[in-house]
């Protein structure tokens, strides 16, 4: 087995460039992923799935480093205590391959199912599975599986109905990355066009032009907050909590993306929030 394949180093294969500003977007998802399980695993859940929908290559360059740390599919594969399913999801081909040859090095090789394709169309393959082992039986009908969905879009093409469709399952807890500067660059071009397609996927319908109209002339920040907040309201009509904010800048100080954690389980978000208390004090400096 070739560890090199699984360690955050350069083992020759494709990685993601990365801006210095990921890394605690790595760490979060990192820190929830082992508060989850390390507090979950000795209950009778019926399964524990580590779902990636759009996982990259397994690992990240840092291109003004040069350092390497592992994504978040390789996150879940390394988490303290390991997870029953891993369900990985990937677009590009170079990346997917890579991907599943970083995997095929794992011990928890078994373990694992990656797709290559739209994550908006594959998602019904891993909500199929987790129906089926959620399925009631006469014995053991208060327990079902514990989920995560590790959300990390580029920009908008992750749909409403596809998170929607993972927000339907029993327990499924769900980290965001949450771009909002490809709506708050395009809309205002895109509703006088009438070509909103890709926001109105994204939000699951045109409702949210309806928020968005009484600010759509005013600075991002405030723009960026209804475009937020509608969406978590969208995930409290699934039943979802919401936990603290990150955000993230670049260099320039410039916002990147928000992430959150969402739960159906208040404990869940109690993790989260703990998660996001407690990143180091040198990491915050900017934001
Ligand atoms: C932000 S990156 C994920 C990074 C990863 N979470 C990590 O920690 O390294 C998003 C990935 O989604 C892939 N992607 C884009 N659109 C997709 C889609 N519709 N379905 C599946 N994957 C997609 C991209 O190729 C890219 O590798």
Redesign the pocket.
Same mark, same amino acid.
């Given at each position: 087995m070739n560890d090199n394949l699984l360690e955050p180093m350069d083992d020759g294969l494709v990685m993601?460039n990365s801006q210095e500003y990921a890394r605690d977007?790595?760490l979060i998802?990192e820190r929830y992923t082992n508060r989850m399980i390390t507090s979950m695993r000795d209950r009778p859940w019926r399964a524990f799935f580590y779902i990636?929908? !759009?996982? +990259? %290559? +397994?690992k990240?360059l840092f291109v003004t480093s040069g350092e390497v740390e592992r994504?978040?599919p390789l996150i879940g594969l390394g988490a303290k205590f390991p997870f029953t399913h891993y369900r990985f @999801?990937?677009? /590009?081909q170079a990346?997917c391959d890579t991907l599943k040859a970083r995997v095929s090095a794992s011990e928890l090789q078994e373990c694992v199912k990656v797709w290559h +394709? /739209?994550?908006?169309i594959l998602v019904d393959e891993i909500v199929n599975e987790i129906q089926e082992v959620d399925r009631p039986t006469a014995t053991s009908y208060n327990w079902h599986s514990l989920n995560l969905a @590790?959300l990390? %879009? !580029?920009g908008l !093409?992750l749909h409403w109905e596809t998170v929607e469709k993972l927000g339907r399952m029993k327990r499924m807890d769900m980290i965001f990355?949450f771009w909002t500067s490809g709506i708050t660059r395009n809309a205002n071009a895109w509703i006088e066009a009438g070509s909103t397609e890709k926001i109105d996927k994204l939000y699951g319908s045109k409702e949210w032009q309806r928020i968005y109209r009484p600010v759509a002339h005013k600075n991002s920040t405030e723009k960026r907050r209804v475009l937020i907040d509608f969406y978590k309201t969208r995930l409290e009509g699934l039943g979802y909590q919401i936990g603290n904010e990150r955000v993230f800048r670049n260099s320039k100080n410039v916002q990147q993306y928000t992430m959150f954690g969402a739960c159906k389980h208040p404990l869940g978000i109690k993790f989260w929030n703990d998660v996001i208390r407690g990143l180091p004090q040198s990491r915050l400096a900017g934001f």
């Open positions: 993601r977007k790595l998802i990636d929908i !759009e996982a +990259g %290559p +397994g990240n994504g978040s @999801i990937e677009l /590009d990346n +394709g /739209d994550c908006n @590790i990390d %879009p !580029e !093409e990355t």
